[in-house]
């Protein structure tokens, strides 16, 4: 199996009205968090990854580079010319210097390893520092392809209240990231060489990447819109990712919630239910209820 999701990267313009309509939805969010680049972020906790929602905060620091001269602030910058949406994934990483090896044994050529550090905030009021080490995976003509290995440095510090992973949704964990392309068999190879040829199979118009924790779909635009019907018509160009599974405790649960918040929803059987994506983020979420919960 390949590297799993850990998380993906929601480009909002207002990040203030972001945590107010994902707290409609009924995620419990942290505080607010800030970068060196000019993006602030909040994190939606699950039990084993969790969706960033990150806006430009101060514009003037997003001419900040790494050491391998990549802009961070300034691709979620690109991916809001074009609306707000999923602008990168970052994948789970045990061991940097492990995983950058095998990266480079299926194909890519990643820049070197970088650490970033920052303050967080503990639930006992102090601040304490925290990092992550991370490996850029990008190709600049596919921008929206971007994902990152990220290996928590302080883990300990990371996941400190447990309470961050309780949702009144029921959100229990992402089970996949949909990417829509205009060529589906040309970019699945920027795949490949991260995951390793062996996590990905042919499905009916494009592709699916398994990994250990979920799956991410490279599809054109018909097969993606048969597979998510809420999802409305969309330029297949840039290839980019638009919408998430979200795997739930208890999706009775949640459908009464947003019934009772007049969150408009589609439901699509007894155990699909998707968030149109103008709720949050230019990015639709399907919610599936968690098959094995109910066992």
Known sequence: MSFGIDHPL??????????????????????RHSHPWGTDNHLL???????????????????????????????IEARLTLGEGIAMVALESGQMAHDHALVEAHGFSPWDPIEFRRLAHLPDGRDVEVGVALDILHDPERPFLTQFLCQQLRPELFRVDPNLERHPNQAARISAVWYLSDAPERDIGHFQAIHGAD?????????????????????????????????????????????LSVECLDLEAAVQYWRERAVPFARLSAGVVEIPPEVLGGTLLRFEQCEECLL
Do not use: H
């Open 45 to 75: 906790f699950f039990a084993n990854n969790f969706i960033e929602l990150i806006a430009i905060a101060r514009p003037e620091q997003t001419s900040y580079a790494d050491a391998n001269g990549f802009r961070f602030a300034r691709l």
């Open 10 to 31: 929601i480009a909002v313009r207002d990040l203030d009205q972001a945590y107010t309509r994902a707290r409609m939805l009924g995620f419990t969010l942290n505080s």
């Open 199 to 243: 996590a990905v199979e042919s499905v009916e118009g494009g592709s699916r990447v398994r990994t250990e924790k979920g799956d991410c779909w490279l599809l054109g635009a018909a097969a993606l819109a048969a597979r998510l019907p809420s999802l409305g018509p969309l330029a297949a160009s840039p290839p980019r990712a638009v919408a």
